[in-house]
Every structure is written in C-alpha cells, then in structure tokens.
C-alpha cells in the first residue's frame, strides 16, 4: 500500500487545483526552494491523516484557506488516492480516495467519493496502521532536530510513545480511575438499596391504599363513562339534527342558486330579446319613414298623371270638334293615353322628349287646319243654301208671272201698245237686271265654291299627310313607349332593389351596432380577469407590431388554440396567466417589441420566443383514467413547443385518487375533471412534487369563456362589417 496520487486545491499556497503524481512505492523526495510549497505539501497530508487538525475554530479554518490577490477562496480540499493492491484497506477494490473538504463553516470527509463521518475515516486508516496512539508515521519538519536535543526524560517518554507502552499506561491510569468510579458507584447503590427497601414498606401501604383508589377510580371511571356515553349519544343526536339541517339548507340553497341560474338565463334571454326588438324597432321605424316617402312620391306622381290626363281630355275635347270621325276620335285618345305614359317617362330619355315635342306641333297644326276648315265650311254651306233660295224665288215669280199672263189678258193689261211695250221694257229690263246681278252673283259663287273646293282638296291633302306623318310618328313613340316602359321597370326594379339595401343596410347598421357593444363587454370583462399591465401591453402589441412591420408575432397564447367545453376549466387552471403570454418566433422579435414597449411606458408582457424554447419527450400512462391534456387541444403544430412548455407535464384524471397515484408514479401534474355544476364547478390539482390544490371555481369569471366570447362577437361584427360595406359598394353602384 502507497500513495498513489495527491489533489490540493485553495490548501495554503495552493490556489488552483494541483496533481501531484506519480509516487514510488518506496521513496520519495520532495525537493524544491524555499517558499515553493514543500511545507505547505506535508501539511496537507497530515491535513487528511492525521489529528494535527482536528476542532478549528473559524479563525483557524480560514487559516488554512489560500489567501493572495484576486477573489477570495471559500473552500479548499485535500484528496490522496491510494493503492490498494495488497488490501491494507479492507475495502476490496484496488485504489483508495480519501477526501477532505474545508470551508468557513464546513469541514467535510469523503471516501470513494462518497460522503464518510470523521470516525469512519479514523477506524479506516487504524485498520491501515495509521494509529492515534502511534503519531510517528508522519515527522513533521523540526521533529528531528527536536529529538537530537532533548533530555533523558523526553527521550524516556519518546520510547514509551515508539514502543508502545506508554498506551499501556494510560489505560492502567484509566483502569484506576475507573475502579475508583466503581467503589463509589458501589457505596452509592449499596445507600441506594437501603433506602429502596425502606421505601418499599412504605410502598407496600401505599399499594393497599392505590387498590383502594383503583377500585374506586375504576367506579368513578364507569360512572363517568355512562354519563360521557349518554352526553356523546345526545350530542350525536344533535349532531344528526345538526346535519340533517345543514343538509337540507345545502339542498336548498342548491335549489335557490338553480333558480337563480335559471332565472339569470331568463334576464339574459329576455335582455336579448329586447334588443332585438328594439332593433326590429329601429328597422320598422326606418321602413315606415321609407314607405312614407315612397308614398308621397306616388301621390305626387299621381296628381301628376291626373293633370295630364285631364289636360288630354280637354285636348281631345277640343279636337272632337267639328268634322271629325269616331276613328279619328279613338286614336286621339288612344294618343291621349299613350301621351300620358308618355308623360311618365319623360325624364328617362331626351329622344323621347324631342317626339313629344314634335307630335305636340303636328297636333297644333292639325287643329289649326281644321278650326280654318270649321270656319270655311259653314260658309260654304250658307252660300250654297241662298243661292239655292235664289233660284227657287226666280222660279216662283217666273211661274206668278206666267200665271198672271194667263189670267189678264192683254188688252185688259195696257190701254195703249206704248204702256204695254214701256211696261215690257221695263219689266225686260228689271229682268235683265236681276238675272245679270243673279248671274254676277252665281259666278261669284261659282268662282268661290272653285276656290273652297280647291282649298279643300288642299287641306284635305295635308291633312293625309299629316295623317300619315302622325302614324310614322305613333310607330316611333310605340317603340319609345316600350323602350321607355323597360326602363321604366328597370328603374322600378333597381328602386326596390335600392330600397331593400336601404332596409338591409339599417339593419346590418343596427346589428353591427349590437355586435360592437357586445364585443367591447366581452372585452371589458376580458381585461377584467388580468391585471392593469397586462392588458395595457397585450393592446399594445399588435399595433407595434404593424408599426413596425413584423410578421413573427402570433397573439397571446388563448389565440392560439381552441378546447371542448368539457376540459375548457382544467385548462384555464393549468395554464393560469400563461394565458396571456404572447408567442413570438425569436428573441430578437421580442427584444424588439420590448424595446418600444419601455420607450413607449405600454404594460409589460411575457414573451415566449419558439426559437428559444426545446420540447421533451414526456412517458404519460398507459391507461384509459389518465389523459394527457395537450392532446385535447387544437392549435397549429408550429407552436408545438409553446404548447409542450405549458401543459406538455399534464394530465386529466377521474377524481383525486387517481391523480394522486399517477402523479408520485409517473412525476406528473394531474388536474380532476369532476363537477356537480355547469357554474360552479371543483378541480382538484396534484402537482409533481407533491402540492395539492383545488377547491371552488366559478366558471362564470372563467378566461377561457371570456376568450371565446371575445372571439365570437369580433367574428360576428367582422361579417357584419364586411356585409354592410359590400351594400354600400352595391348602393353606389346602383345610383
């Protein structure tokens, strides 16, 4: 057995860790300058094997710690292997490591590099040979000129010490000591034994004395047991009563939150249904302001048709006189008719107005020339008739005349041939007077009625062609009326059309209305489960973020991922404000934005940058009782890791027991999915490392259902919003 290998480190002058190695098995000579260490080398062996250093003060510890320049040393050690082949160390392996450790307020032993007492090491190192009562395998530096120059006396003691008998006499001195220590301890018990027996009589009257006591301790006990077992069974019974009361106040106090559940759900389904009544309201307001306009656009309309109608009537009345026929008549009114849906569509074309115009001149002409043909015509007719009369009066003097001739005859007439010649001439010539004038007259008329007729044939002429202009001119405003009566109805048709955008429009305003507000409640109640901090930095990233261009911000973790309803609580208490953490793909995104979030004083968050984070695999339980949580969670496999850091150690059990088992037997944390309530609901949580927690949890102030109304409603107003804007783009389109 020699040493093999020797360790220092912050021993002395020995800062760093030093090696020394290797030794002879016979010998070795350490040779070296003055303040080299050499010392300072057998002072650390003798550290490690000998007494030399045994109940140091902190003064004395900290001696034995280096000290120079640089940074203190708290702690130093010595190790020595040894080699072991012939099994001086009854240990059974080939190499030995003894340690010692050293610090202010340590002083440690090792042995193979495991934790050993200070008496293990000291029997060690004696079944070795190394003897407390022989401290001369070690001489120390001076030992021997200390021996060289000591007297008879030390010499004599320093040979007991070799030898060995100097331990002999101690232990005579100690067997002595001890013997003493016997006598007295002897005389003691022999007083001790006299006195035993004079306390035994007095013992022995006692015992009578405590059988007496015992028997009546033992009746009053029975007493006392028969009044605590009927005071017990009465407090029993009140207990029972006491429970039996509680039980029934549970019931109904589960009975009246039940009710007050159910009658919450009424207030919320009837505050919905007042919305939406108001918002029918709104809508019937605004279409009864709609029809109230479209009403007085009729009326107007209306009254505009019956001017016009009644203007043609008088037109036509105008027109049927004279000599115009019944044909004539009916296409001026079918005209008539045609004129006033005419006079509907006026405004839609400017051709049209133009005919419109045309055909009013045609007509005006028309009935100028037959007014003139009215006035011509009478006329006519009265000459044609006195000249009819005329002749009539000629023949009827003619035929007097020739009468008058027959009854006189001539001499009876004139008395003389000279009155009866005077009075022919005269009368010849009266004669001749009237027929010249009637003659002149006759060809007047002639001359006149060739005139009239002419005329006549002329204005018959134009009045055909005007005729014939007027039917082209009815063709051409049958084709207007059609073209006009389509657009007519395709105004009519975008006129409803933008009548119901206008009705859907209102309403899409009503409901993105109603979206908005309950989105900003549910947002309201949101920002109310997280402190002041947090919901100011969560609203302040996204815009930093589009400030700032970065495309490698994902949201907060609720964002991210969707649950069922069943396991929606387990979750919420398993991630915690976890929740809100925001999920970025590196640390220099999150330096970035946190950056401009302390510039700017906007809230703090916590940022889980992916690049940084590394997912481990997790052994979960082989059993239907025991489902790992990640798994009931559906998020996009890219932010896996963000996942894994949260709830990757989780699992979801029956009830506590099982939770408990699997969370000592697999080190996981375990939630319970029990529950009596839909509101109310208890989760037990075991934790890994032993912690459990758990109790009442009110799912009414839930995250997760404050998240997810967030998200609806903002779904809800995004649709609306995008709705009502492509109405509008239609409306604008359309006018």
């Keep these: 057995m020699h040493i093999k290998q020797i360790i220092i480190q912050g021993f002395k ?49 900290q001696a034995l710690l280096h000290e120079g320049t640089g940074p203190a040393t708290m702690s130093a050690y010595v190790e020595i292997v040894f080699d072991n082949n012939d099994n001086r160390f009854p240990t059974g392996k080939d190499e030995v490591v003894l340690r010692r450790s050293i610090g202010l307020k340590k002083d440690e032993y090792s042995l193979d590099k495991k934790t050993a007492t200070k008496a293990d090491v000291m029997n060690l190192l004696e079944s070795a040979g190394f003897s407390r009562s022989n401290p001369y395998y070690i001489v120390p530096q001076g030992r021997i000129t200390s021996l060289t120059n000591a007297k008879d006396n030390e010499r004599l003691q320093l040979l007991k010490e070799v030898a060995g008998t100097r331990v002999y006499e101690q232990r005579r001195q100690e067997s002595l000591k001890i013997m003493e220590e016997t006598d007295s301890k002897r005389h ?65 106090s589960n009975q009246r939150r039940q009710e007050f559940i159910n009658r919450e759900r009424v207030i919320n ?62 296409e001026c009114e079918e005209r008539g008719r045609k004129r006033v849906i005419g006079g509907l569509g006026r405004w839609l074309h400017e051709d049209f107005k133009r005919y419109l115009a045309e055909l009013e001149t045609i007509e005006a002409d028309i009935a100028a020339k037959e007014k003139e043909l009215e006035q011509v015509v009478p006329q006519y007719e009265t000459e044609l008739a006195q000249e009819s009369e005329l002749n009539e009066q000629l023949a009827d003097s003619e035929q007097q005349r020739q009468s008058l001739y027959a009854k006189q005859g001539r001499n009876a007439q004139f008395r003389t041939r000279q009155q009866r010649d005077d009075w022919l001439n005269k009368e010849i010539g009266e004669i001749k007077k009237t027929v010249d004038a009637q003659s002149k007259q006759v060809k007047e008329l002639e001359k006149e009625k060739t005139t009239l007729s002419a005329r006549l044939g002329q204005i018959a002429e134009e009045l055909q062609a005007t005729r014939e202009q007027l039917g082209n001119r009815k063709s051409s405003l049958d084709e207007m009326e059609g073209e006009s009566n389509q657009l007519k109805e395709k105004k009519e048709e975008l006129m409803d059309k933008r009548k119901e955008y206008w009705r859907e429009d209102a309403k899409l305003d009503s409901t993105v209305k109603s979206c908005r507000e309950e989105m900003q409640k549910a947002e309201r109640v949101l920002t109310s489960t997280m402190d002041k901090n947090t919901s100011s930095g969560l609203s302040a990233i996204n815009r930093i973020a589009q400030r700032l261009k970065l495309t490698g911000v994902y949201g907060p973790l609720y964002d991210l991922f969707d649950v069922e309803d069943r396991y929606r609580t387990c979750v919420e208490i398993t991630a ?39 997912s481990r695999e997790v052994q979960y339980p082989n059993a239907n009782d025991a489902v790992p949580m990640i798994k009931k969670l559906n998020f996009d496999p890219m932010f896996s890791k963000a996942f894994d850091q949260v709830f990757n ?74 709705r009502a804007a492509e109405i509008r783009k239609e409306m604008i389109h359309i006018l």
Aim: glycine share 6%; with cysteine.
């Design 188 to 252: 003691k018990i022999e007083e001790l034994l006299a006195y035993i027996e004079e306390r035994l009589a007095e013992l022995e009257e006692e015992k009578e004395e405590l059988r007496n006591y015992q028997e009546l301790d033992r009746e009053r006990r029975s007493l006392e047991y028969t009044i605590y077992h009927r005071e017990q069974t009465e407090a029993s019974d009140r207990l029972e009563e006491l429970e039996e009361s509680r039980r029934r106040e549970v019931d109904g």
């Design 576 to 614: 915690g404000q976890s929740l809100f953490h925001v999920v970025v793909d590196s640390d220099d995104t999150a330096t970035r934005l946190l950056e401009v979030m302390n510039k700017e004083k906007v809230g703090r968050v916590t940022f889980v940058p992916l690049n940084r984070l590394r």
């Design 13 to 61: 002058s020995y800062k760093d860790q030093t090696i020394i190695e290797p030794f002879s098995p016979t010998h070795n000579v350490i040779v070296g300058r003055n303040g080299s260490g050499k010392s300072n080398f057998f002072a650390a062996i003798r550290f490690v094997l000998s007494d030399a250093y045994t109940n140091m003060g902190r003064e004395e510890r």
């Design 649 to 722: 150690k989780t699992i979801i059990c029956p009830n506590l027991d099982v939770a408990s088992t699997y969370a000592r037997s697999h080190n996981l944390n375990s939630i319970t999915l029990e529950g009596t309530d839909r509101r109310w609901l208890m989760r037990d949580r075991v934790d890994r490392k032993g912690a459990l927690t758990g109790g009442f949890h009110d799912v009414r102030l839930s995250r997760l259902e404050a998240i997810k109304a967030v998200k609806t409603w903002k779904k809800k107003y995004e649709t609306q919003e995008k």
């Design 269 to 330: 389904e009837m505050e919905d249904q007042m919305r939406d009544l108001e918002q029918r309201m709104g809508l019937l307001a605004m279409e009864k302001e709609q029809l109230l306009e479209d009403r007085e656009e009729q009326v107007k309309a209306r009254a505009q048709i019956e001017l016009i109608i009644k203007d043609l009537e008088e037109s036509q009345a105008q027109s049927g006189m004279g000599r115009v026929s019944g044909r004539d008549r009916d």
